[in-house]
């Protein structure tokens, strides 16, 4: 049998959690964004299909937000937990962003709970007023829990003496050299994979037969709307990779694959490692990473052979970098082909294969971003708290963290396929069909 290794244990059970709770994170932050539009389309065009789109994204929500809630609370129990020397060193430099996420959540919670049952309480624009809080408190509660990631990344507000973090300056804590990136990279790419989830719902239900023109209406809300998301996100990686170079240089190499400093570096996109650190079968793409890094094609980009061994990360997430960047050109290339189709009445922006493409896009929007964030844990790696604890230092030294690992599989596997089913049942056995016609408003078929 393998020996009991509660680092590895610990790692393995934060892993699950974090996996399984970036799914609701990131339509929470999304989806409310979502409503906010919907409802403003149907107010300004005063069109009962954007009106509904609202309304049945909302019920849903509320669903995804309880499960979200349960696997949120089961990861801030588990950092304390799993890592108490990691908290009891860092704890009171994070405390602050970590009080205001919690204030943020019962901020979004409180007024999603009157904005679900105000409906047709108030006139629709006084209505529309109360879906804002929501979205505030949705982006605040990721912004406020992405700085304690940030800080996690490039620590600083505060002195290290003999082990110990003293004379805290929370503000310079909890805002520092990455916070800018890493949260606009958290919002837009949240904000665009909710976006494509939708469209992928939509394009499934057309590719099935169903030719109401509801699900045409969130096709080209949602697709228009993930242009400008897959754009804004795409600009902002750009940045993060020029902060990494910056501040993080050793994870940027370890996700390019790049040794020597050198500079004219290429880009590096798939490819075979072997042993002897040669790159096979692997597309070269000429000084593209200088122009990641600092946006030169002439600039230098520090190697990996310039760190100490100890401190280089794994070297497999490069796949991980690869994936979460091919997706998004994905992301971006299939709306921009849908938009220019539906303005330019060249082809029919509805045929099949562009559905089926759209529909393959909403799982690879939610594969990206779990990609995207196994980049960042991994790629931060041996550190829990960079330059100052390293990750099995912070770790704790049950021995029953096995048990905990079953256990909230267990838990996760029940509460996902719970999910599933209820969502499922909720929007299968009241169709959005049945809910124009029964509120009088079946509108156009085609």
């Known amino acids: 049998m393998l020996e009991y290794d509660p680092v590895i244990y610990s790692r393995a059970l934060m892993t699950l959690t974090f996996v399984f709770h970036i799914i609701f994170a990131t339509i929470g932050v999304g989806i409310p964004v979502l409503i906010a539009l919907a409802e403003w389309m149907g107010i300004k065009r005063n069109d009962p299909h954007y009106t509904l789109m609202a309304r049945r994204w909302t019920r849903g929500y509320v669903i995804t937000v309880a499960v979200g809630v349960v696997s949120g609370t089961a ?35 409180i007024f999603l709970g009157i904005y679900m049952y105000t409906w047709d309480r108030f006139k629709p624009k006084i209505h529309f007023l109360f879906i804002i809080p929501v979205v505030i408190g949705a982006s605040c509660s990721a912004l406020f829990i992405t700085l304690v990631n940030s800080f996690m990344n490039a620590p600083q507000g505060f002195e290290f003496v003999d082990g110990i973090i003293g004379n805290v300056d929370p503000l310079k804590a909890m805002f520092t050299p990455a916070s800018p990136t890493k949260v606009s990279h958290v919002l837009t790419s949240a904000y665009l994979t909710s976006a494509f989830i939708f469209a992928s719902i939509a394009a499934f239900a057309l590719l099935k037969g169903k030719s109401h023109v509801y699900y045409k209406k969130v096709l080209n809300m949602t697709l228009f709307a993930s242009l400008v998301f897959a754009i804004a996100t795409f600009l902002i990686g750009d940045l993060s990779g020029k902060y990494l170079a910056k501040y993080q240089p050793e994870k940027l190499a370890a996700g390019e694959w790049h040794f020597e400093t050198a500079t004219h570096a290429p880009l590096v996109v798939g490819g075979i490692l072997t042993e002897n650190r040669e790159i096979k079968y692997g597309l070269r793409i000429p000084f593209a990473l200088s122009v990641l890094a600092h946006g030169n094609p002439g600039s230098e980009v520090i190697g990996l052979n310039d760190f100490p061994a100890d401190e280089i990360p794994p070297l497999w997430i490069h796949y991980t970098f690869d994936a979460m960047v091919g997706i998004g050109g994905y992301l971006t290339i299939i709306p921009l082909l849908f938009i220019l189709a539906f303005w330019f009445r060249r082809g029919d922006p509805y045929n099949r294969l562009l559905l089926g493409a759209i529909v393959i896009g909403g ?61 499922t049942k909720m929007f299968n056995n009241y169709t959005p069909e049945e809910e124009l016609k029964a509120k009088g408003l079946a509108g156009e078929l085609h």
């Open 75 to 109: 990861l801030g129990l588990q950092i304390n937990l799993l890592w108490p020397n990691f908290m009891r060193i860092a704890g009171h430099a994070i405390g602050l962003p970590m009080f205001l996420e919690i204030f943020a959540f019962f901020f979004e919670a």
């Open 363 to 423: 799982p690879l929007a939610m594969f990206a971003i779990e990609y995207g964030w196994i980049y960042t844990e991994v790629g931060r790696q041996p550190w829990i708290l960079r330059g100052y604890m390293k990750t099995h230092q912070g770790a704790t030294t049950s021995e029953h963290v096995d048990v905990l690992f079953i256990v909230f599989f267990a838990l996760y596997a029940v509460l996902g396929i719970t999910c599933l089913r209820v969502l």
